[in-house]
């Protein structure tokens, strides 16, 4: 079955720096696009960026520039490389595939910005 495990977050101050990464198993990993999606209290969670099979990105516009997706095929896995957070940035951060056919969710990791 699908899996999805986010690992990585924690608590960063302001312009701080954190890696997440993202392991996925139960299903063909390299041939699907994946995004990193978030969800902070009270709102509903909201893809940031996505990377293609082959290694293309895009970004939300409020993490472009400070974000940066990569994925390894040969280990099924993915990671979000976050600079320059900010305060808004505190949510909860989920991988999964962009256009997945199953309602699997890891349980994602927390990030908190603050000081």
């Known amino acids: 079955q699908v899996q999805l495990v986010e690992s990585g977050g924690g608590l960063v101050q302001p312009g701080g720096s954190l890696r997440l990464s993202c392991v996925a198993s139960?299903?063909?990993?390299?041939?699907?696009?994946m995004g990193w999606y978030r969800q902070a209290p009270g709102k509903q969670r909201d893809l940031v960026a996505r990377i293609t099979s082959g290694g293309d990105t895009d970004y939300t516009d409020n993490v472009k520039g400070r974000f940066t997706c990569s994925r390894d095929n040969t280990k099924n896995a993915m990671y979000l490389q976050m600079n320059s957070l900010k305060p808004e940035d505190t949510a909860v951060y989920y991988c999964?595939?962009?256009?997945?056919?199953?309602?699997?969710w890891g349980q994602g990791t927390q990030v908190t910005v603050s000081s």
């Open positions: 999964n595939a962009v256009y997945a056919s199953w309602p699997t």
């Open positions: 139960g299903f063909r990993f390299s041939i699907y696009t």
